[in-house]
């Protein structure tokens, strides 16, 4: 009840608080409406006669703490009650001492200037103190009374009855079961009084039925005794048999884990022969091993070194197996961190392709593949130095071919042997684009090429006929990354939503570029 008097005053004086607020809001709200109907004219006027008597007038308002009225950016009255000099009325600085509030002044809607009122909430603070004083001890005196009398009726009706109750309690705890509780009434305390003394009845009907049940239980005790003499001969034979048990257990547990051992290390050999993403789906149970294809859209990889015989032909078969492994090794790295299915090895050619198992969607597949060919050929770049310290007189210069298209994919073989490999007519184009791409460059199909404009630099080339192929086949030289030939200052590129600025510096001269380029400014500003 205490609880519930005190959160009702305590909404109450919320509310109080509220409404003093309100209040207060109001005030502000009508000594602004007053001043945009009151003064749009005297500043029209430049009256700073009426403006000042109207801000004077204001200040009659004992709550007002500051006033400025500025008409455009000049300040044509300010006047601050003394008790707040020195204060920030901007409108950023509300506090509880302050509501500050700014409103235009605009006359023949057009706007003069401006004028800012901040109200001190001091005013009704004290008035707001004393309703909470009188709240609180109202709320007092309410909660003395209901205490007062809550003891009265406390000692009457239930103190005295219960050291009564509690007197019986404790003979009955001392052993006394003879004497009953003499206390008639009909409310909780009179039921207690009945329960207790049927209780204590219970209690000595408790005590004969024990002491039948202790002899009893001597008896069942003597027999139990030997019942578990024999159960713990038979629980040591069980015992002993266990460990038997056990030690089989341990001998078999170190040959599953040898056997298994021995299958990580098998596993482990056998994943160097495939592709890491087979090998994933295959031991997660993701793809089974069977003979079965599927057709997927899919951006397909063929590079291999140009002029591969004539520049190993100095060359011992170990060394050219050194470099070879150690140039498979380099290219493999790059194409598995950028997330490429390695198909096969062809003496030094490399087939790759994006988009199965995993995939990340048809246009991040391809522009994964170029970048990943771009960084291919930077490796190489890098790697010349190194080669040519190993015997190479001409450092090695890869051809690549790319394209994008639906190719079938899967396990082709027989039951005994299979491989998981694409067949189609993009894998024979990738490789036809790759023999005619120059050394050290790379080819790409028309589709690959709008795939990836946003991130490369290409360009066209003249069509190829190629075999197997009735129509020429269009396709592009990839000149550079952006970042990369940003970097070199080739090209300038800015790009943001609606808007892609690209200049080609080695296809445009600086002062065309310019030139053009201050020409859209100027269209752009014409627009305006």
């Known amino acids: 009840m205490t609880l519930l008097l005190f959160c009702f005053a305590a909404v109450v004086i919320f509310i109080n608080i509220g409404e003093t607020e309100k209040e207060l809001e109001r005030r502000l709200d009508y000594s602004l409406n007053l001043s945009t109907t009151s003064l749009p004219k005297a500043l029209w006027n430049l009256d700073n006669d009426v403006v000042e008597d109207f801000v004077a007038a204001l200040f009659l308002d004992q709550a007002i703490a500051h006033v400025r009225v500025m008409w455009t950016k000049q300040v044509i009255s300010e006047h601050t009650r003394e008790t707040f000099q020195g204060t920030d009325f901007s409108d950023s600085e509300q506090s509880s001492q302050l509501i500050i509030k700014t409103s235009d002044i605009v006359f023949e809607e057009e706007k003069l200037g401006t004028i800012r009122i901040a109200m001190s909430r001091e005013s009704v603070r004290d008035e707001l103190i004393l309703n909470i004083a009188g709240i609180i001890a109202l709320t007092t005196l309410i909660i003395l009374g209901i205490s007062l009398t809550s003891v009265a009726i406390t000692k009457r009706y239930i103190s005295r009855p219960l050291s009564r109750l509690q007197a019986s309690a404790t003979s009955i705890a001392q052993g006394n079961l003879e004497t009953a509780i003499e206390i008639s009434g009909r409310d909780e305390i009179g039921t207690l009084a009945k329960n207790l003394n049927a209780m204590r009845q219970s209690i000595r009907e408790l005590f004969e039925e024990t002491r039948e049940s202790n002899e009893k239980l001597e008896e069942y005790g003597r027999t139990l005794e030997h019942r578990v003499e024999e159960r713990t001969a038979e629980l040591e034979h069980a015992t002993n048999a266990a460990q038997e048990a056990r030690a089989a257990a341990e001998a078999a547990s170190e040959l599953v884990s040898e056997k298994n051992q021995t299958l990580e290390r098998l596993s482990s050999q056998l994943a160097k022969y495939l592709s890491p993403q087979i090998y994933k789906s295959i031991f997660s149970g993701e793809q089974n091993v069977e003979i079965a294809s599927k057709r997927k859209k899919l951006t397909i990889f063929f590079s291999d070194i140009a002029a591969f015989t004539e520049t190993t032909d100095n060359l011992e078969s170990e060394e050219l197996t050194d470099v070879l492994n150690h140039y498979l090794t380099e290219m493999s790295t790059i194409a598995l961190d950028h997330g ?54 001409r450092p090695f210069r890869i051809r690549m071919g790319i394209c994008t298209g639906y190719c079938t994919v899967g396990n082709f073989g027989s039951r005994d042997r299979m491989d998981y490999t694409i067949i189609g007519n993009e894998v024979n184009l990738a490789a036809r684009l790759e023999t005619a791409a120059e050394a050290g460059s790379i080819l ?26 009735a129509r020429p086949i269009n396709n592009f030289k990839v000149v550079g990354a952006y970042d990369e030939l940003v970097e070199e200052g080739r090209v300038v590129l800015r790009e943001r939503d609606g808007l892609r600025i690209h200049v080609d510096l080695a296809k445009q001269g600086k002062s065309e570029a310019i030139a053009e380029l201050e020409d859209v400014l100027a269209q752009l500003k014409s627009q305006n």
Not at 345 to 354: K, N, R, S, V
Not at 455 to 469: D, N, R, S, W, Y
């Open 444 to 469: 790409l199909a028309h589709e690959t090429n709008a795939l990836v404009q946003d991130i490369v630099l290409t360009e066209e080339q003249p069509p190829i006929t190629v075999k197997g192929f």
């Open 340 to 393: 490429a299915t390695i198909d096969k090895y062809i003496g030094d050619a490399i087939l790759l392709f994006f988009g199965d198992p995993d995939s990340k969607g048809v246009q991040e597949d391809a522009k994964a593949c170029v970048l990943m060919a771009v960084a291919m050929q930077r490796r190489m770049r890098e790697l010349e130095n190194e080669w040519r310290t190993r015997g190479l007189d």
